[in-house]
């Protein structure tokens, strides 16, 4: 038994304690230095007292004190404690989701309840304003306590010791093994965390002090500071907490889990509240009476689960599951916020970032709504929708009929009716969807940007024979041969006013053949297509000069990328790379840049002539008056007029139908598939429903905003409707022996057979 033992249990701890009493020096330069000297002797006694012969510690703990003095390590000078990052629609108030390991969000003490930040002094460290950091009188209470048996109302750390455990053991900076070195019962740890707590002390004021620790304890239940905790129990933020709430908080952090009303004992969380209270009659900051009113308010839990990650941002009017999950694949792409792809998910999910994101709540209801009623949730088809705003690429909405969410699916399918595959965004597993004649689109702005006039013509054929081999039901005598769909009213002579209009194949094919199939598939590139299957790559690639089907859409595509095309056109050749955000702001209030990327791939002329014909297919008239027939006029109708272009695309076998439309404010692209199952062929009836669909998703996003009129194109780009060009010979040119076995022939017939 050590001296220290036999005092205390002799009746000196009444005199020893008031000695100590006398030490709750205030905070002057001499008694810094001298607090700091008895601090380190009496924590070393305190935490050694039953390891080591007594006098053996006094010398150590001295020298330990004084020789670290100075030191205060930067995650103590500017914490970094984990955070949730929010994620917000592009109003800066529509919570969509948010992320974090940790369920934590810092605010100021000037939003915390004045009750509560009285009743944490008042249960944990009433001495807090007196101390300079070390309470050597309630230090030496514990030891009393602790050697005799006896009990305690506070322990022998104060608030500032207790926050400085806190930020070492929740430091990001530190390994699993030494964050859990920060809370380790030894000699060294507790002279270290007094030393800490007295050069904070130094720094900070008490106020700092006090919302620091508000910010960082744990309050049970997965809540870390006072915001959590708030949310967590009463679901409201912690400036609107009453006197009772705010006992009942505080009263928590001594023992989260014993006193948790939620998980745990609630009479025993009422029997603390009752303690707290008293606690805070004690220090003089509220009255009896108003103590007894408090302990007899019934206890009025509101639990709330603070959603986290995308999946909880899945169903409702919005579901906006797909379009977090594209915003979180942004982020893991941004070296602003790491520099590997671990890092970026840290800050992601540790940060605590502010996100406004480019998603219109408005727009994205209408664009869920519509979706799902061409195809309802339960529904193998799919109908994945996408808006972006020209001159930005910002995304506006994502929709699709499909749950957000990890549960297994009844039928094995991969996406359906349950998925987190990037329906449309592409990625992954997701390639795309083949989106028909949207694809002529390209072929026009290849044609116009060589110098061929809208007014070019040509007498298209019911089928054209190409120089590209083909073998099957497209072949005519060892050539591919393309029909148009709809004779009848397709073929004769056409400009690509009226071809385009029409959607008539032998017209944009023979167009094709005159500029280039590579010229083609570049401009598609240019406008952000991306070949995600390996077969489109490796055709675009090395065989793009021969891949006269391209122009029919026959690769795959997503409806994001297919509006984002079309966005540039209506931005009148300004491509900007889609993005899913406005503002990204660090918990300091930094603010991160994430402006569009964007740069010109168009010049302005050929993107007008381009947009003079797109208004065709929806029933408008072009500048000069040439439109003669569309196929999506409906698109004209529920735009009432207002200014609008746009194209429809069905693969072969109308296994998909596609409709992308746009004015100078929005381009929004819809594609109806299966994406489990690619022979399974939508239909032409549904068509008309995936046009209408994106037509109000477009009047939505337009409503309330001024009507924009498109530039007419320049005369050079008009030509001259009225002179026709005479129809060329056909290409009688036969297959050269061994050109249907050269290294893309199986590949070429695959994508032939794909319409």
């Known amino acids: 038994m050590n001296w220290l033992t036999v005092v205390v249990q002799a009746g000196w701890s009444a005199h020893f304690l008031a000695i100590l009493d006398a030490m709750a020096l205030p905070r002057t330069p001499l008694s810094r230095l001298f607090t700091v000297l008895l601090a380190g002797l009496l924590a070393g006694l305190v935490l050694a007292v039953t390891v080591l012969p007594g006098n053996l510690l006094l010398g150590f703990a001295a020298r330990s004190a004084l020789g670290s003095y100075s030191s205060l390590p930067d995650v103590l000078r500017t914490p970094a404690t984990p955070q949730r990052s929010y994620l917000y629609a592009n109003d800066g108030t529509t919570l969509i989701a948010s992320f974090y390991d940790v369920n934590r969000t810092d605010v100021g003490l000037d939003e915390i309840a004045p009750s509560l930040q009285a009743a944490i002094v008042a249960a944990e460290d009433r001495r807090f304003y007196d101390h300079g950091g070390v309470d050597l009188r309630g230090m030496a209470r514990a030891l009393v306590a602790n050697v005799t048996g006896g009990e305690t109302s506070q322990g022998g750390s104060t608030l500032t010791m207790q926050y400085v455990r806190n930020v070492l053991k929740t430091d990001p900076g530190l390994t699993a093994e030494e964050r859990a070195a920060a809370t380790e019962q030894t000699v060294e740890r507790k002279l270290q965390e007094i030393r800490y707590a007295n050069a904070l002390e130094q720094q900070l004021s008490k106020d700092e002090i006090l919302n620091r620790y508000l910010n960082i304890a744990y309050f049970g239940s997965g809540a870390y500071g006072v915001s959590a905790a708030s949310q967590r129990y009463f679901a409201k933020t912690p400036a609107e907490l009453t006197l009772s709430e705010s006992a009942?908080?505080?009263?928590?952090?001594?023992?989260?889990?014993?006193?948790?009303?939620?998980?745990?004992?609630?009479?025993?969380?009422?029997?603390?509240?009752?303690?707290?209270?008293?606690?805070?009659?004690?220090?003089?900051?509220?009255?009896?009476?108003?103590?007894?009113?408090?302990?007899?308010?019934?206890?009025?839990?509101?639990?709330?689960?603070?959603?986290?990650?995308?999946?909880?941002?899945?169903?409702?009017?919005?579901?906006?599951?797909?379009?977090?999950?594209?915003?979180?694949?942004?982020?893991?792409?941004?070296?602003?916020?790491?520099?590997?792809?671990?890092?970026?998910?840290?800050?992601?999910?540790?940060?605590?970032?502010?996100?406004?994101?480019s998603l219109d709540p408005e727009l994205q209801a209408t664009a869920q709504q519509q979706v799902t009623s061409v195809y309802g949730y339960d529904n193998e088809r799919a109908l994945p929708l996408a808006a972006v705003e020209p001159g930005t690429g910002r995304v506006l909405a994502m929709a699709v009929n499909r749950h957000y969410s990890l549960a297994e699916n009844p039928a094995g399918q991969p996406n359906y009716p349950n998925t987190v595959n990037p329906l449309i965004s592409g990625g992954g597993s997701i390639a795309g969807y083949q989106a028909g004649s949207t694809f002529k689109l390209f072929t026009m702005l290849a044609a116009l940007e060589a110098g061929m006039p809208l007014a070019t013509g040509f007498?298209?054929?019911?089928?054209?024979?190409?120089?590209?081999?083909?073998?099957?039901?497209?072949?005519?005598?060892?050539?591919?041969?393309?029909?148009?769909?709809?004779?009848?009213?397709?073929?004769?002579?056409?400009?690509?006013w009226d071809g385009f209009g029409r959607s008539v194949n032998t017209y944009f094919v023979w167009l094709s053949e005159q500029v280039g199939p590579e010229k083609v598939v570049e401009m598609a590139q240019r406008l952000g297509i991306t070949f995600r299957s390996d077969a489109d790559a490796a055709f675009a690639e090395n065989n793009a000069e021969n891949w006269g089907s391209f122009t029919l859409g026959v690769a795959a595509a997503t409806p994001l990328d297919l509006a984002n095309a079309y966005a540039t056109v209506a931005a009148e050749g300004t491509y900007c790379e889609p993005l899913p955000v406005v503002s990204v702001t660090a918990p300091d209030g930094s603010v991160v840049p994430v402006a569009p990327s964007c740069e010109r791939v168009l010049d302005a002329e050929v993107a007008r002539a381009a947009t003079d014909a797109a208004r065709c297919p929806v029933g408008q008239q072009s500048s000069t008056n040439q439109c003669n027939g569309g196929?999506?006029?409906?698109?004209?109708?529920?735009?009432?007029?207002?200014?609008?272009?746009?194209?429809?695309?069905?693969?072969?076998g109308n296994a998909t139908e596609t409709f992308v439309g746009f004015t100078p404010q929005v381009a929004v692209a819809g594609i109806a598939a299966n994406p489990d199952d690619t022979t399974d062929a939508v239909g032409s009836a549904v068509q008309a429903r995936v046009i209408d669909a994106v037509a109000e998703v477009i009047s939505t996003a337009v409503q309330g905003q001024p009507e924009q009129a498109f530039v007419a194109p320049s005369p050079e780009l008009v030509g001259d409707p009225r002179r026709p060009v005479e129809r060329p010979e056909p290409d009688r040119r036969q297959p050269e022996p061994g050109d249907d076995r050269g290294p893309f022939a199986e590949l070429r017939r695959w994508l032939e057979g794909r319409g």
């Open 631 to 652: 196929t999506a006029t409906s698109v004209g109708r529920i735009l009432d007029g207002r200014p609008v272009a746009g194209k429809t695309g069905s693969s072969e």
């Open 248 to 357: 009942l908080l505080a009263g928590l952090v001594q023992s989260p889990e014993a006193y948790n009303p939620i998980d745990g004992d609630q009479e025993a969380a009422l029997d603390r509240r009752a303690y707290v209270l008293d606690a805070m009659v004690a220090t003089g900051e509220i009255t009896a009476a108003e103590a007894d009113t408090a302990k007899v308010e019934p206890l009025t839990l509101r639990p709330t689960s603070q959603p986290n990650g995308c999946t909880a941002a899945s169903g409702g009017a919005g579901d906006w599951g797909f379009f977090c999950d594209y915003v979180r694949q942004w982020w893991l792409t941004q070296p602003a916020f790491g520099e590997t792809v671990e890092e970026r998910e840290q800050a992601l999910r540790r940060g605590g970032y502010t996100v406004v994101t």
């Open 459 to 496: 007498d298209a054929p019911s089928q054209l024979p190409t120089r590209y081999p083909a073998e099957g039901d497209a072949s005519c005598d060892g050539r591919w041969c393309p029909g148009n769909a709809n004779p009848a009213w397709m073929d004769g002579y056409r400009t690509m």
